[in-house]
C-alpha cells in the first residue's frame, strides 16, 4: 500500500482535494473518489481536481474535476484558480499567467500580485445542442431561456454553458427560494441529458446579484464559479444586469467580480481568493 499526497483547499468554501497526478502514480478509474469525498468517512470534499501534463504544446498543464458523485465533468471556476495557486507554490511552475487545458476547453488562470487570481473563463454557449438542453420545438430551440415543468411547478431557466452546463433562475429572495427541491428535480430533469448544475440568482442592484448553486453531482456548494459566470452572463442577457462594470457575486462562502461584455465571442473573467488549508496524505493502490 502507498501513500497519495494531497493538498486541501478551498476557494470561497467550495472545497478541493488537489492531487499532483504528474509526480505520483494516480488512476481515476480506480481510485474511490466518492468515498473519499464522504465528509464523515473520508477527506470530504465537493470536487477532486487532477492536475496532469497537457496534451498539447500550447499548454502549461492539464486539470481533470471530479465531483463527489464521482462524475468527471468539464469544468471549475473555483477549481480553476486554486489550480494555479497549487501549481505555483509547488514550483510546477513559476509563470503567473498559466494555459490549463480542461474537458469544458483551455482556460487561463492569472495569479495576481495581492493573492487573489483571476480566471479567463472563455466564450459562454447558448444554444440548446450545446449546453445540452433538450428543446421541445423549433421555438424554444431558439430561445435561450426555457419553461421547465416540474410536478405542479413551472419554472423558467436561462441555460449557459461555461464548459459545464447551467441552468439559472432569478428569484425574488434566495433564502427562501427551494433550492434543495427544485435544484434535485432540476439536476436530474429530462430536458438536461447530462444533468445540469442550478442557480438561484435574486438582483440586487445592475452590478450586485445574490447567488445559490446546487451544483451538478454534489448539492448546494458555498460558492460555485462557473456557477457565479453563468448567471451573471445570464443576468446580462435578459437585460437585468448591466454590462459596463464587473458583477459582483454575493454566494454563501463570499464575493466574486465576473466581467462580460455581451459581444459575439466575448470572454467571461472571474476574479476571486484561493486558499490552501492542509496538506495530507491517504493510502492508495
Ligand atoms: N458541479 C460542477 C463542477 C464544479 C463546478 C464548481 N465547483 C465551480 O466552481 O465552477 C459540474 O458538475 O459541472
Not at 38 to 46: A, N, S
Not at 88 to 116: C, F, R, S, W
Not at 122 to 144: K, M, N
Amino acid at each position: 500500500m502507498t501513500k497519495l499526497k494531497f493538498t486541501k483547499m478551498h476557494g470561497l468554501g467550495n472545497d478541493f482535494m488537489v492531487i499532483d497526478g504528474i509526480n505520483q502514480k494516480f488512476d481515476s478509474t480506480t481510485a474511490p473518489i466518492a468515498a473519499w469525498a464522504q465528509r464523515h468517512t473520508g477527506v470530504g470534499f465537493d470536487q477532486l481536481l487532477l492536475i496532469e501534463a497537457p496534451q498539447t504544446a500550447k499548454a502549461d498543464f492539464r486539470y481533470r474535476i471530479f465531483n463527489a458523485d464521482g462524475s468527471e465533468v468539464e469544468q471549475c471556476g473555483n477549481g480553476a484558480r486554486c489550480f494555479a495557486r497549487f501549481v505555483y507554490d509547488k514550483g510546477l511552475t513559476n509563470k503567473q499567467q498559466i494555459v490549463v487545458e480542461t474537458a469544458g476547453g483551455v482556460i487561463v488562470p492569472h495569479l495576481n500580485d495581492d493573492g487573489t487570481v483571476t480566471v479567463d473563463m472563455g466564450v459562454p454557449l447558448f444554444a440548446p445542442e450545446q449546453i445540452p438542453f433538450a428543446a421541445i420545438d423549433e421555438d424554444d430551440a431558439q430561445r435561450i431561456s426555457h419553461q421547465l415543468v416540474i410536478g405542479n411547478d413551472t419554472v423558467d431557466v436561462t441555460c449557459i454553458n461555461m464548459g459545464n452546463p447551467h441552468a439559472v433562475m432569478v428569484v425574488e429572495d434566495i433564502d427562501r427560494a427551494p433550492v434543495h427541491r427544485l435544484g434535485a428535480a432540476i439536476e436530474n430533469h429530462r430536458q438536461f441529458p447530462q444533468r445540469v448544475n442550478v442557480g438561484f440568482m435574486q438582483i440586487l442592484s445592475p452590478y450586485q446579484i445574490r447567488l445559490r448553486v446546487f451544483e451538478r453531482g454534489v448539492g448546494e456548494t458555498q460558492a460555485c464559479g462557473t456557477g457565479a459566470c453563468a448567471a451573471a452572463v445570464a443576468g446580462i442577457s435578459l437585460g437585468v444586469l448591466a454590462d459596463d462594470k464587473p458583477v459582483q457575486v454575493s454566494l454563501p462562502g463570499g464575493l466574486l467580480s465576473i466581467s462580460w461584455q455581451q459581444q459575439p465571442d466575448a470572454h467571461v473573467w472571474m476574479t476571486g481568493p484561493v486558499q490552501t488549508v492542509f496538506e495530507g496524505e491517504i493510502d492508495y493502490l
